[in-house]
């Protein structure tokens, strides 16, 4: 009987769980997408890049992209048509964009311009 009891508590425990993490999903559709730049990547020319260097998102999906810097030197993220500029990020420093339109963004950091990475956008549905 005790077992029983116990059984329905984790059944009902589940559900709950299950209904709010569903439903969080469904009023918070855009989820963030997180682009790094590795520690010590202007000490490696042609070798290191940001992180990863290609990423696909979807409008109204995970369109929302923050890029982080990690490391000690300054860099930034500056699209190749100056669509979007973030300034001068140090060390931990964050940048957001929102892609809302569908296309290939190339961008690149201006103080180390082998730093090359592209943002591609897709429509759903
Ligand atoms: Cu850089």
């Excluded at 009902?12 to 790094?36: D, S, W």
């Excluded at 042609?46 to 890029?67: C, E, L």
């Excluded at 420093?93 to 591609?120: N, Q, S």
Aim: some cysteine; aromatic content about 14%.
């Amino acid at each position: 009987m005790k077992k029983k009891l116990q059984l329905m508590a984790a059944l009902t425990l589940f559900i709950v769980a299950f209904i709010y993490t569903a439903g969080y999903m469904i009023f918070h559709k855009t989820t963030e997408v997180v682009i790094i730049i590795p520690k010590a990547v202007s000490h490696m020319p042609y070798s290191s890049n940001f992180w990863p260097s290609r990423v696909r998102v979807a409008i109204g999906v995970n369109n929302t992209v923050k890029w982080i810097n990690l490391d000690d030197h300054t860099h930034t993220v500056t699209s190749v048509d100056w669509l979007f500029h973030s300034g001068e990020l140090n060390l931990y420093d964050t940048f957001i964009y929102v892609f809302r339109e569908k296309g290939v963004y190339r961008y690149v950091c201006l103080p180390h311009p082998w730093m090359e990475a592209v943002v591609e956008v897709v429509q759903t549905g």
